[in-house]
Each structure stands twice: as C-alpha cells, then as structure tokens.
C-alpha cells in the first residue's frame, strides 16, 4: 500500500479542518463536541507516534518483572501480572512493581492526556 | 454490561410547541392561568437528566425556572444509583430546612401532568464551570471562602434524617462501593494492572465504619453554583445515599475534580483543614485529613472505573457519541492518580 499521505497527515489535515474551520461555525453542544474530536485527533497522532515503542517498553519491563516466556504476548503478560496482584504475590512493597506501574501510567498518560495535572507532577520527580 | 449505561435521554419534544405548552399547563397552577412560558432551552451538561431553562412572563411568575426531568419512555438502568426526580425534589427540600444553601423547589410533576418525573426550581445566579471558578479574578473571594462554606454546608446535609425510610434511599459504604465497582471493572474485561492493585489495597486497608448519614454522593466543582460570594446552592442530588460522612469530603478532593490545580487538594482551590474545621464546628464528626486519604483513594478508582463505563456504551454501539469515546483515554488519569496516592502509603 502506498503512504502519500501517510495516516498522519491524513488525521492532521482532518483535525486542521476541525479547528480552523468547523469548530469556529459551532456553538453549544457541537462546538463541544467539536474540540473533544478535535482532542481525540491529537491522541490519534500521539498514539501513531509512541504505540509501538511503548509496546516493546511495557513488554521488556513485565518479563524481568515476572520473569516470563519473552515470547508471551503484552495481553498474556498482563493477565499474569493481574493474577499475581490478586494473589498478594506482588503487593506496594514491590519496588520492581511501583517502578513498572508508573513507568506505564506514564506512558499511556502522555499518549491520551499530556496535559493532566498529575503527568506534570510524576515527570518532575 | 448494557444494565450499567447512564440513560441519555435525547429530547425528541425540544422545540415543540406542545412540551411548552404542557409546561405552561402545569405551572399556571403555581402561578395563575395569565402566565406564559415563552421559551424552552435544553440546557448542556447533566449526562444522566435533561435540564430546561424556561422564560415565563405574565401572571406572578419570575422571569426564568429551571426543570429538571427525566421523560416518559426513557428506560431507567435498574442499577443505577440515581435516586429518581421526586425524591431528589424532597431532599432538596430537606436541605433547605437544614440550612444549605439549594435551589427552590417550585413545582415536582406528577403522573397525570404525562412530562414525566421531574421538578421546576428557581434558578441560581453564578458560575458551575470548575475552571472559571478556579481560575476568574472575580471568584478569589469566593475560592477564599469556599472551603468554610462547603464544610457547613456538609455538616447540614449530614445531619438530614432520612434513616426513617423517606425518601427511601440505598445504604452503601465504602466497601459497598469497592464491591460494586470492582465487580463493573471485572465486567469489562479491560486489564489495568494498576486497578487491580488499586482495589486489593483498598480491600486491605478499608478504615471502621463511621455512624452512616446521607451522603450526597456528588459533591465536587460542577455540581456546586459559586457567586463572588461564594457557594450560592448545592446542586446534582440524584446520586444521594446513606453511607460514610467521609465520601462526600474526599470526593472534592479527588484529584480529577481539581481541575488541573493538583497543588490544592481540595478542589483545586483551598486547604481541606478549614473544611473539616467548619464541618466539625457546625457539628460534624472531627476528622482529619489523613481521615480521608482512603476515600480519596477511593474516589480515584469510582471516577475510572465510571470513564470506563461511559467508553462501554460506545463500545456496545448505545451511544455512538465522540464524547464518550474519547472519556476511555481518561482512564488513564486516574490510573496516574493511583499509582500516586499507592506509592504515597507506608512501604518497608
């Protein structure tokens, strides 16, 4: 498949339309929805950017965290690490857990929401 | 999943001269058979009830009345924890006579008037948008005042009596809550590690129980109407139950409703101390404010497990809406927020 424009462009020439265009016609509730598409667009193109680096990140932390089959899939991984916070194998006095729970939020947090108040807070430390 | 969905009641009458005049029906009852309703807006906001603003003229009516209803036809979840229109119309009432400041109740609707449940308020002059009134030069003052008046105005709805059964209302604790949304996070399927530990801990540490009230179970920026005074009526009681003094306090302290001033742990514009100050004054319980640390925790993991709940119902197709959509990658917030207040407890 060719990629000229690549999804990228694409969501960024359709979230161009959405800010200097459609949002500036729309009031009340439209204009509303207009700047949450408009914000979901932005996580669009955050998601196409880091998904994959974080992927292969939060993968190569829950294996030395659970010292897993590297060949389990992110999901298989995570059921994993759920059950072993269920059982009370992993609790807060984990080090090793906090340190990949946090690193994660992160990650997730700068993809959905780069302004939330508690990213700014965590990034500083 | 689908029992869970908040209905969203889409106004099929909104323009129509026949819900205004069904309106102007009812209300000249209270005001006089001079009176017209002359406008009829939905107002935004309020995901689970319409709001009106009606302009009346004639007859002995003032200029404006809100209407809160729910309408006919619209299936209530059988889980939900909305109380229904006619008993939030009584408690406000009651609140009223305990001294917090609320709406007037003017009229509820009865079956035979065929507008559905609902209740006609006089409205209230001042800002509901959090963000205004944490960041507009002309609310300083209020923010100011604002932690005083909220702990009073706790201390009055705590000290409603509704144990007798009316209106009849759900007990739920702290656990109770855990239970319950613990159970709807289950139910999803999502995997959020962070929800897990979240809700093991909690389980762990649960504080004793304190002697129940009525809590009203929504009180935050957004459901509170600020002047430059201060705080001018407590709104949004339809999530009222009997349950833990303690929620109402730490669920303004939840980080997502500070609206982005995480440095003021109570809704982003004041000290908790002269809340619970105030509130212990008016007659509250004296609490402190490591006393609330549990259910702000607490209120952490509901707002997420909520998000998550508004994405199901786009994910099911019951609302199709982008807003509810994108307030799945809101999740994440609170996941932040926890792992937060997790890394804050004592750890060897």
């Not at chain 2, 609140?95 to 003017?106: I, Q, R």
């Amino acid at each position: 498949m060719h990629n000229q424009p690549s999804v990228s462009e694409l969501v960024r020439a359709v979230k161009n339309f959405v800010d200097k265009t459609a949002m500036p016609e729309l009031s009340g509730r439209s204009g509303f929805h207009a700047r949450v598409a408009s914000n979901v667009l932005g996580t669009i193109l955050r998601d196409l950017d880091a998904r994959e680096s974080n992927d292969t990140r939060e993968h190569a932390r829950l294996v030395a965290l659970l010292d897993a089959d590297p060949s389990l899939s992110l999901d298989e991984l995570n059921a994993k690490l759920r059950q072993k916070i269920r059982s009370g194998e992993l609790t807060i006095q984990s080090a090793e857990l906090m340190d990949h729970l946090k690193k994660t939020a992160i990650d997730q947090l700068k993809v959905d929401q780069p302004n939330y108040s508690a990213l700014t807070k965590a990034l500083e430390e | 999943m689908e029992k869970l969905f908040f209905p969203l009641n889409v106004a099929k009458m909104s323009d129509s001269q026949e819900f205004r005049l069904s309106l102007q029906a009812v209300l000249r009852n209270v005001y006089g058979n001079e009176l017209l309703v002359d406008a009829v807006d939905r107002l935004s906001g309020g995901a689970s009830q319409e709001t009106w603003l009606l302009r009346l003229s004639k007859g002995n009516a003032p200029e404006t009345l809100i209407l809160r209803r729910a309408p006919e036809g619209v299936e209530k979840s059988p889980d939900s924890a909305a109380i229904g229109l006619a008993n939030e119309a009584k408690l406000i009432q009651a609140a009223e006579a305990a001294g917090v400041p609320v709406p007037k109740v003017v009229r509820v609707l009865e079956d035979d008037n065929g507008l559905g449940d609902g209740f006609f308020m006089n409205r209230v002059e001042g800002e509901t948008i959090a963000r205004r009134i944490l960041r507009d030069e002309k609310f300083s003052k209020a923010r100011q005042v604002l932690p005083e008046q909220c702990g009073k105005a706790l201390a009055g709805i705590h000290s409603i009596d509704v144990q007798a059964g009316d209106p009849p209302l759900k007990l739920s604790s702290g656990l109770d809550q855990l239970t319950y949304y613990e159970d709807i996070y289950k139910s999803t399927g999502a995997y959020r590690p962070i929800f897990d530990l979240a809700m093991v801990w909690l389980r762990e540490n649960a504080p004793d129980p304190v002697a129940p009230v009525l809590v009203h179970g929504d009180f935050r920026l957004g459901n509170i109407m600020v002047d430059e005074s201060g705080l001018a009526a407590v709104l949004d009681w339809e999530l009222c139950h009997i349950g833990d003094p303690r929620e109402d306090i730490a669920w303004m302290c939840t980080n997502s409703w500070r609206f982005g001033h995480a440095e003021k742990r109570l809704g982003g514009f004041g000290d908790v101390e002269p809340l619970l100050d105030a509130y212990a004054k008016q007659g509250g319980q004296q609490f402190t404010p490591s006393d609330i640390d549990w259910w702000e925790m607490l209120g952490s993991m509901k707002w997420g497990v909520m998000c998550m709940t508004m994405y199901e119902s786009f994910r099911s197709g019951a609302d199709s809406g982008v807003e509810r959509a994108a307030i799945g990658r809101r999740v994440s917030e609170t996941e932040m927020d926890l792992i937060n207040l997790l890394e804050d407890q004592p750890r060897a």
